[in-house]
């Protein structure tokens, strides 16, 4: 299953709501999965099955879609929030991945 | 707390193997999986397999099947991944990370393996 982010980068503003899209290359249900990566850092789990947030995240941080279609909102971003976002498919071996999403301060 | 704490940074010649470890502390330990991604330099992330810590039942990705074992120490909390047959193309920081359900929740520091000749 191939996963394929859109933008592939943005620039936003502090305060800006900003939206990821995750279109997956066939159904997979609500087995999604957001993360977030600063430079040089792990990964940081934000959201899983799609839309359920992990403890500790920011309630600003929102996800929904089902199926093929899934969206990451930032809500008011805050400069902590500059990273790049990935979206990872569980519906299937290999978990694959999204090319990711980088996050600008404009 | 719930950590995973991985081995130092590698840097191997073109054939050798490498094997990095990933000590698991604050949780019961068979009650998860662990998965294992890596990351080339300026490359987003791969996914490359994960082990049932509770039965050793393994899925690799095809990409490094053949050249990958991932296995786990019950009694040190540990899990290890070995590469054997190390390419350049292997250069990246390899990331374990704990597995259940559907998301991987808590991530070791990352160890960098470097393949040069």
């Known amino acids: 299953i191939q996963l394929t982010q859109s933008p592939s980068s943005l620039s936003a503003s502090v305060g800006d709501r900003v939206t990821i899209t995750c279109r997956a290359s066939?159904?997979?249900?609500?087995?999604l999965a957001w993360y977030q990566q600063k430079p040089g850092k792990a990964p940081k789990l934000l959201i899983y099955a799609a839309s359920t947030l992990q403890s500790g995240v920011p309630s600003r941080f929102s996800g929904s879609g089902s199926g093929t279609d899934f969206t990451l909102t930032i809500n008011s971003l805050q400069l902590e929030d500059f990273a790049t976002y990935y979206c990872?498919?569980?519906?299937?071996?290999?978990?694959?991945f999204g090319q990711g999403t980088k996050v600008e301060i404009k | 707390q719930v950590q995973l704490v991985q081995s130092g940074t590698e840097v191997k010649k073109p054939g050798a193997s490498v094997k990095v470890s990933c000590k698991a502390s604050?949780?019961?330990?068979?009650?998860?999986?662990i998965s294992w991604v890596r990351q080339a330099p300026g490359q987003g992330l791969e996914w490359m397999g994960w082990?049932?810590?509770?039965?050793?039942?393994?899925e690799y990705a095809q990409k490094v099947q053949g050249r990958v074992t991932m296995t786990t120490d019950t009694s040190t909390t540990t899990a290890y991944m070995e590469l054997r047959s190390l390419r350049s193309d292997d250069t990246a920081v390899y990331y374990c990370a704990r597995f259940r359900r559907g998301n991987m929740d808590v991530w070791g520091q990352g160890t960098t393996v470097t393949v040069s000749s």
């Open positions: 082990i049932n810590a509770y039965n050793g039942d393994t």
């Open positions: 066939q159904g997979i249900s609500s087995y």
């Open positions: 604050g949780y019961a330990f068979t009650s998860y999986g």
């Open positions: 990872q498919q569980f519906n299937s071996y290999p978990h694959t």
